[in-house]
T-cell receptor, first 115, second 112 residues
Framework: AQSVTQLGSHVSVSEGALVLLRCNYSSSVPPYLFWYVQYPNQGLQLLLK??????LVKGINGFEAEFKKSETSFHLTKPSAHMSDAAEYFCAVSEITGGGNKLTFGTGTQLKVEL | SQTIHQWPATLVQPVGSPLSLECTVE??????LYWYRQAAGRGLQLLFYSIGIDQISSEVPQNLSASRPQDRQFILSSKKLLLSDSGFYLCAWSVGSGNTIYFGEGSWLTVV
């Protein structure tokens, strides 16, 4: 079964600083990996995903993530944080089932951006 | 384009009362449908998923049930709510295998 570990339940950065949110996964098959963002009292919005091909994936709002098979990691980065990036971020791995797919989520990382 | 609607957005229910949360998807056919729960300070837990009408899998034994009476309608129910059922419930959909799962806006349930 797949699993996801997000290191650091809370991360705080200064506005303009690098954002790095860590995600490690466990999967017995080549994984599909996702990052979602959740703003307060809202549903989850897809930031980016990795399926196959290029290991550096670019998403919305300037975020990107790199799939590193040897490290079983899919860390999320953004070169310069903005106040509007403050939210909760979830890493997820997809498990393909008969006819569909299921996402297993990490426990989330709350990003705080300070002036 | 595809849209997902989930209601009610907020619900306060007494212990022992029934529950019905409804979700509909528009703009696609034969979607995979999901119910997730997000408890305070915890991640997202998959409760049910469905690949077709009357094809529902339960991930966690609990006080809840799900039904899919129509292709694009997914309902989460309980006959008698417990305090531990409080949380943020998210309906979601996808199409095919390995594709993105898209989430609704969620429903806050507080059991008092």
């Amino acid at each position: 079964a797949q699993s996801v570990t997000q290191l650091g339940s809370h991360v705080s950065v200064s506005e303009g600083a690098l954002v790095l949110l860590r995600c490690n996964y466990s999967s017995s098959v080549p994984p599909y990996l996702f990052w979602y963002v959740q703003y307060p009292n809202q549903g989850l919005q897809l930031l980016l995903k990795y399926t196959t091909g290029a290991t550096l994936v670019k998403g919305i709002n300037g975020f990107e993530a790199e799939f590193k098979k040897s490290e079983t990691s899919f860390h999320l980065t953004k070169p310069s944080a903005h106040m509007s990036d403050a939210a909760e971020y979830f890493c997820a791995v997809s498990e393909i089932t008969g006819g569909g797919n299921k996402l297993t989520f990490g426990t989330g990382t709350q990003l705080k951006v300070e002036l | 384009s595809q849209t997902i609607h989930q209601w009610p957005a907020t619900l306060v229910q007494p212990v022992g009362s029934p529950l019905s949360l409804e979700c509909t998807v528009e703009g696609t056919s034969n979607p995979n449908l999901y119910w997730y729960r997000q408890a305070a300070g915890r991640g997202l837990q998959l409760l049910f998923y469905s690949i077709g009408i009357d094809q529902i899998s339960s991930e966690v034994p609990q006080n809840l049930s799900a039904s899919r009476p129509q292709d694009r309608q997914f309902i989460l129910s309980s006959k008698k709510l417990l305090l531990s059922d409080s949380g943020f419930y998210l309906c979601a959909w996808s199409v095919g295998s390995g594709n993105t799962i898209y989430f609704g806006e969620g429903s806050w349930l507080t059991v008092v």
